[in-house]
């Protein structure tokens, strides 16, 4: 639809290297099966091999590596980024009216904006307000005494279950429940009993939530994210969590409950953070790692051992069972 | 709303230490944010640093610690359970009507009691019964041939898909599957074939299970929890697997095919038991434990590594590999 | 319903010894549990304890072990195939009517074929095709630019987000939410920017995905599951996965984004494999096992330490810490 040169000058983008080429830019794709009027993009060296044989009409990439592209290079310092930017202008979105759908239930004291969408089978709860341009998507429930905000999307099927406040520009992929009852029981005389769950969740501005991702609800207190939190798919978020401002965690990792998780922190896949604990800014955790004590000090953390055939790993996994006798043996040596 | 005489009289509390001061209560809260006309509690010794300057107007604790505090101490055995009958006084319930919202679609031959509620969008299968009290909350979806019992709560986006049964007082929260197929493949010539799952599910009385948590049904017989068995969210239960009475399971936990779980068990999160092994009673798993074999006595039992900084992580890593060897070469150097 | 040889014929086993009786089977069950008009089956040792006290009226069973059966025994080359096929003459199906129900809601331009049948509460969304004799459950929403072939059947509450094709005979478990967006994000300035995700999810023939699986969209291109491939529960495919034909991944397993499973591989039970990372045909990783490298030998692969009591858990964790610093002595010891 546009000229490579108005496709960078949309994204503000700061320099074309070699600049003497122009052409219409039909779409993105990956460096191996971009066309000719294609943009593709370079960043980290994994996909190196196929930078050279490229056939994309212009390839993003950073300046230190532009003198690999044959072809055109735009030049940007940010070329994940700058990718980003470019790909959203071939976005699809779904079709979005306003206004809700005939078979949409909302209740009467609930307040949903004239320019919001509430699709079909959503049903809105009592005293719950809709912000301005959002959109609920089909299935969608929300319970009582929630608040979305502005320019939000629920895709479908989401549950926000009760007290539940979400700011600006939120994203909620389908399947995702928020506000569910924390896990508060007590043991008492051998049967369980219910800790009642009173609190609510808050979810700041332009956070991202994953499809099937489980947020609860605060037993006193709210469960926090703070503004800018990606969450992939499958999370699952204590009662009374708080994780910090720009954190992103991967999939299926689970923070337990009154765990809190700093800013600008990393979390890998299917890693666990235990209840009660502290972890500051600017820690990454890697995948499947059990954090089990709070963490001060920024940096990466990991547990777990390294991939091995199997038979091999049966040897190791055998002595790690004698670690401490082993041990013990090499201290007395050493002595003797 | 209730003085504190009256809430301690409803909850049944053994004594309250000093017997001096009464105030109507306007809630509960946590020791560090608790005020005057608030109930907090304490217990553990995580919290202690804000029990000294908190404002609450009565703390509930037990008697050992209960001269830790300086203000109003409610004597209590079990503080936990105490704090949790009285939060109930103070928990907001949705509202509830009887009968079948006009969206909800129910069999003909499907039996719903008067009292129950059958919120917007959700559908009833034939031959299913929902009994006295009991709610099914919005889009909920019961397949064929599913009974639940009464004063039960399915909170919303239930799915209960064929042949389960639930008993009295099941809390069921948003987004979990219950009697979906177990995984029944048989390898065939290359191909995989389906193993038909015809059993179902049973349920017993005051279980809860958590948001997104999926129960399978039986192949041959059913899949059962027994009563009073708490699970946390996004739990997989295998087909055919059996839980004790009063057993608890922390979110993301999994239990495979045809493993048996005894009773009073505590399943950290994360944790994963394989199929067809046995756990007796009282065991409890610490979070992302692997069970490889049956456990026959009870106790605690670990797995995983502790949790390092990356960089002396790789070290330890890179020797665990190596252990067989250096084990060997420690034996034989013992022998010269 | 049918005599045992009917039923031997339906399914074509090769022999029965002693081919001395006949009698209506009246269903199947497992050893301990089995009558004298039921059918039972053995394969692997597990359950050899029961085999001997069995009262099946017939069991299934491979020629090596035949004369272990005290009654009759069907010999099959693969029984647990040969069991499957049987079972499958007594699994109960759910009622199935033709047409849309009157509460689903259908774009204008959706194609649905006159035997498809669209559940209640179901939506299907703009430019989506329903192919002849699929079943779409109760609840389930098809967003747009969907194709789902024949004979599929979405169970209930299933969402295909976005440009999602299923083949033919792909049975997909309630809560499975399929084509959301890929996790994409990069960091700009301190903030997250989202990387737009553009391509769709391929599903081949005869999948079988099970209950709250979630498998995401490309960013650029199609996730792929090629045909016969079988995922559990709980299962989390990330943006740009392809999954080769044959595979079985079982419950909370997952694969991060753009990495390649080859076919015919065993995924075990919350294992894990990292990003663009490629593991070739006929692998089997273990329960909980981290994949971090590519895997380019056929054979089974395994990360983590054994089940301990904590006790002695905790000694070998402390040591585990030291483990380079142990090898170094030893090394150093070796030396002298």
């Keep these: 639809m546009n000229s490579l040169a108005e496709v960078i000058r949309l994204v503000g983008i700061e320099a074309v290297v070699p600049p003497i080429k122009n052409f219409v830019v039909s779409g993105v794709a990956a460096l191996e099966f971009a066309g000719q009027s294609e943009v593709s993009f370079f960043y980290g ?34 070329p994940h980024a700058a990718f980003a930017r470019i790909a959203a202008l071939f976005d699809v979105k779904p079709a979005r009216t306003t206004g809700v759908h ?126 800018d939190v990606r969450l992939d798919n499958q999370i699952q978020v204590g009662h009374n969590v708080r994780i910090g401002a720009h954190t992103a965690m991967a999939g299926c990792s689970a923070v337990a409950g009154s765990a809190s998780i700093g800013r600008h922190c990393l979390i890998g896949g299917g890693a666990g953070v235990l209840g009660h604990l502290e972890v500051c800014d600017r820690v990454v955790i890697t995948a499947m790692t059990l954090v089990t004590h709070s963490i001060h000090e920024p940096g990466e953390y990991s547990s777990g051992t390294p991939l091995m055939d199997n038979r091999s790993w049966r040897k190791s996994a055998a002595r790690f069972k004698q670690l401490d006798t082993l041990a013990r043996r090499l201290n007395a040596g050493d002595k003797e």
Tied chains: 1, 2, 3.
């Design 102 to 227: 005939p078979s949409a239930v909302v209740a009467d004291d609930a307040i949903v904006a004239a320019t919001a969408s509430i699709g079909p089978h959503a049903s809105i709860g009592a005293r719950s307000r809709i912000g301005a341009g959002t959109m609920i998507g089909p299935g969608c429930v929300i319970g009582e005494d929630c608040q979305v905000g502005e320019d939000c999307e629920l895709v479908a099927r989401v549950t926000l279950v009760a007290r539940v406040r979400l700011g600006q520009r939120v994203l909620i992929h389908p399947g995702a429940v928020i506000g569910a009852d924390g896990f508060g029981i007590a043991m008492d005389h051998g049967h369980w009993i219910k800790v009642p769950q009173l609190g609510g969740v808050r979810i700041g501005d332009d956070c991202e939530i994953g499809a099937n991702t489980t947020i609860d609800r605060g037993a006193l207190g709210d469960t926090v994210l703070e503004e």
């Design 45 to 78: 060296n994994r996909y190196r091999k196929y930078l050279e044989a490229s056939k994309a009409g212009a390839i993003i990439i950073d300046a230190t590596n532009a003198h690999l592209v044959k072809g055109l290079a735009i030049v940007a310092s940010n």
